[in-house]
């Protein structure tokens, strides 16, 4: 079947949008708008095949918009309609130009006063701390905890001690935090059916403590198995970006990215997560995010299994903070066993874990001018 007759074929299908009637509680104004964006939509879908996209993702949604309007439920129609709008984006996004980020200079981080593991490190958006935590592989053998350090120069830290109020007997890692002091974390402190597996919490932070804990599970699957293994919080603290990873025997079977929004003290999965995303999630295992402070850069790291196992990681830009991501690129200065890129508030340094020997260092590359 030509591309003619198939775009033909899914014309005739939603071509009845076009002549569905106001119900009584349906204002024309919301009819009008359904039948605007599928005009939209059609004629995108039309320019795209043409060209040989690969809309193959888009197509069953345009269908079910039909359906959703034949049984008069129209909002989830209009949803719907912007999601595909969202997702016709995403495929007319260029690509990253050759002036995309390019990080060079790789550098060993030291932490005076500090001999364990360096993992998931953050920098507060003033630059004065660095927070990450061990390993449960160190010696002597930890259960993973949250730390923190002060900044001396852009390879130099003093070891604070632990981040108090946050670590339990539990793995507790990944620490981010807001402008405004919001503290977040992930932990398995109370990973059960009553606590609907949620692993994301978070507090206040002052003075080396963390006050106030409380626990998200708003952004859990509430699924066994399933939990939020990573987590990063944009400096106003509006928007949180968080796995939703599978674990089997210890080990993370799937991974992917989804954002939250911060609504009434709760987070709300972005219904267009998958479409913000598309570029982004595979069927790797995607994690680690670090956002830049104007959300238009996302620093990430994939693994995958293939070939024995390989670490690679990766940044993505985008236009604005609403739009998809652009296809991502590795981080060529970043090899070997090393993980979780995470870039600094003024986007000059990007900091990333690595194994050296029998536990994990921390390195820091530069920024190259363009």
């Known amino acids: 079947m030509t591309i003619h007759h198939r775009f033909g074929?899914?014309?005739?299908?939603?071509?009845?949008?076009?002549?569905?009637?106001?119900a009584e509680a349906v204002s024309?104004?919301?009819?009008?708008?359904?039948?605007?964006?599928?005009?939209?939509?059609?004629?995108?879908?039309?320019?795209?095949?043409?060209?040989?996209?690969?809309?193959?993702?888009?197509?069953?949604?345009m269908k079910n918009v039909k359906t959703l309007a034949d049984k008069g439920e129209f909002d989830a129609a209009n949803r719907l309609l912007d999601k595909i709008l969202l997702s016709f984006s995403a495929l007319e996004m260029p690509e990253m130009?050759?002036?995309?980020?390019?990080?060079?200079?790789?550098?060993?981080?030291?932490?005076?006063?500090?001999?364990?593991?360096?993992?998931?490190?953050?920098?507060?958006?003033?630059?004065?701390?660095?927070?990450?935590?061990?390993?449960?592989g160190d010696n002597p053998k930890t259960d993973k905890d949250i730390f923190y350090a002060r900044r001396i120069n852009d390879v130099t830290f003093k070891f604070m001690g632990e981040i108090k109020g946050v670590n339990s007997a539990e793995v507790d890692g990944v620490p981010t935090m807001d402008r405004m002091g919001?503290?977040?974390?992930?932990?398995?402190?109370?990973?059960?059916?009553?606590?609907?597996?949620?692993?994301?919490?978070?507090?206040?932070?002052?003075?080396g403590r963390v006050s106030d804990l409380k626990a998200h599970p708003e952004v859990s699957l509430n699924l066994p198995g399933w939990l939020n293994m990573d987590v990063e919080?944009?400096?106003?603290?509006?928007t949180l970006y968080t796995t939703q990873t599978y674990f089997s025997n210890d080990m993370p079977e799937q991974?992917?990215?989804?954002?939250?929004?911060?609504?009434?003290?709760?987070?709300?999965?972005?219904?267009?997560?998958?479409?913000?995303?598309?570029?982004?999630?595979?069927?790797?295992i995607e994690y680690g995010a670090s956002?830049?402070?104007?959300?238009?850069e996302l620093y990430f790291t994939r693994l995958t299994f293939k070939n024995g196992g390989?670490?690679?990681?990766?940044?993505?830009?985008?236009?604005?903070?609403?739009?998809?991501?652009?296809?991502?690129?590795?981080?060529?200065?970043?090899?070997?066993?090393?993980?979780?890129?995470?870039?600094t508030a003024d986007g000059r340094l990007l900091y990333f874990h690595k194994k050296t020997g029998d536990h994990f260092q921390l390195f820091v590359l530069e920024r190259a001018a363009n």
Not at 31 to 54: C, N, P, V, W, Y
Request: some cysteine; glycine content about 4%.
């Open 182 to 207: 919001n503290f977040y974390f992930v932990s398995a402190r109370n990973y059960s059916k009553p606590n609907r597996f949620a692993t994301l919490y978070s507090g206040k932070f002052k003075d």
């Open 9 to 22: 074929l899914l014309l005739l299908c939603l071509a009845s949008i076009f002549l569905i009637s106001p």
């Open 310 to 343: 390989k670490f690679t990681s990766y940044y993505a830009t985008r236009p604005d903070k609403k739009t998809p991501f652009s296809t991502p690129r590795p981080i060529t200065a970043i090899n070997g066993y090393a993980e979780a890129p995470a870039i």
């Open 97 to 136: 130009p050759d002036s995309a980020p390019v990080f060079i200079n790789p550098r060993q981080v030291t932490v005076t006063g500090y001999k364990q593991s360096v993992m998931e490190a953050f920098i507060t958006g003033d630059g004065q701390y660095l927070f990450f935590n061990n390993d449960t």
């Open 255 to 284: 991974s992917y990215f989804q954002v939250a929004h911060l609504k009434d003290g709760k987070f709300e999965i972005d219904s267009h997560s998958n479409a913000i995303f598309d570029r982004i999630n595979t069927a790797d």
């Open 291 to 296: 956002i830049s402070s104007d959300g238009r």
């Open 233 to 238: 919080i944009s400096a106003d603290g509006k």
């Open 28 to 61: 024309p104004t919301v009819i009008k708008m359904i039948q605007d964006k599928a005009a939209i939509s059609m004629e995108k879908l039309r320019t795209h095949m043409m060209a040989g996209d690969d809309v193959s993702k888009i197509v069953p949604m």
